[in-house]
């Protein structure tokens, strides 16, 4: 057997997950979500990584299954569908996801550095108010939660790479590195906060409730892992089954009293 057909073979009994990995290490090798794209969009004609991905998930199953009934070997073809498109989907949503949440924490430190400026630049009048260790309280305590919220991301975050992509990183290497740098960021304003507080003689922010920040995290998973789902099932015209999970997902977070749902199977 040649090199070619050897590699060939491999290709095609290769795992929905493999499969993603393999095509995560491609792009991971651009660096960043934008370069890559605009690679996929400079192929002539462009190739979309998920039709990619698809097309390879099915030999696989089959070459899997070769030999069984065709209803057996149709149901495996079905199963790796789902779970390399689930997979693919998962990626792309922790890279959004991640993207958002940095946003919102540039503009958040920047508010909690300038309030916490202002307090520091208070006179001796202005620190006798009623209210000045309220609020300085208030921003310190705030601060803690938003150190609190991105522990429970990240935490989140490794429990799905860990559960679905083999403790892979999901994240690009731009995003994980601007993540690392904004986590570093929200806890020295955090700390720098403690301090100023100490000085002004304001009691610490309380420290975090661990059982809370499991809660939070588990909370944060299913916002990764359910909508994956959903538009995975979506993707392959099982939309019945993606309702489900997706009203299953939304329901607790709108209180919104349990009604019939679609039947759902797990990816």
Request: charged share 25%; net charge negative.
């Amino acid at each position: 057997m040649t090199a070619e057909r050897r590699l060939a073979a491999i290709e095609t009994s290769l795992s929905p997950r493999q499969l993603v990995l393999r095509w995560l290490a491609e792009a991971h090798s651009f660096g960043d979500l934008e370069p890559y794209v605009a690679s996929l969009l400079a192929q002539d004609p462009p190739v979309a990584p998920l039709d990619r991905l698809a097309r390879e998930a099915a030999p696989g199953a089959r070459t899997a299954m070769r030999g069984k009934r065709p209803e057996l070997v149709e149901a495996a073809v079905r199963t790796a569908l789902r779970e390399t498109v689930f997979r693919f989907e998962l990626v792309m949503r922790v890279n959004v996801t991640a993207h958002e949440v940095l946003e919102k924490e540039q503009l958040l430190d920047a508010l909690f550095a300038a309030h916490l400026a202002l307090l520091a630049s208070e006179d001796e009048k202005g620190r006798a108010e009623p209210t000045y260790q309220e609020r300085f309280a208030t921003v310190s305590r705030l601060v803690a939660m938003r150190v609190g919220e991105l522990a429970a991301a990240q935490g989140a975050r490794e429990i799905v790479e860990g559960r679905y992509l083999d403790g892979h990183d999901a994240l690009f290497p731009q995003s994980a590195r601007a993540w690392d740098a904004q986590v570093q960021s929200t806890e020295d304003i955090a700390d720098m906060a403690v301090r100023l507080a100490a000085i002004d003689g304001v009691p610490p922010a309380v420290p975090a409730d661990p059982e809370a920040l499991s809660r939070r995290t588990a909370e944060l998973v299913a916002d990764l892992v359910e909508p994956a789902k959903a538009d995975a099932l979506d993707k392959l015209g099982e939309g019945r089954q993606a309702l489900g999970i997706a009203v299953s997902w939304l329901r607790p977070k709108f209180s919104v009293t349990p009604a019939p749902v679609p039947d759902t199977r797990s990816l």
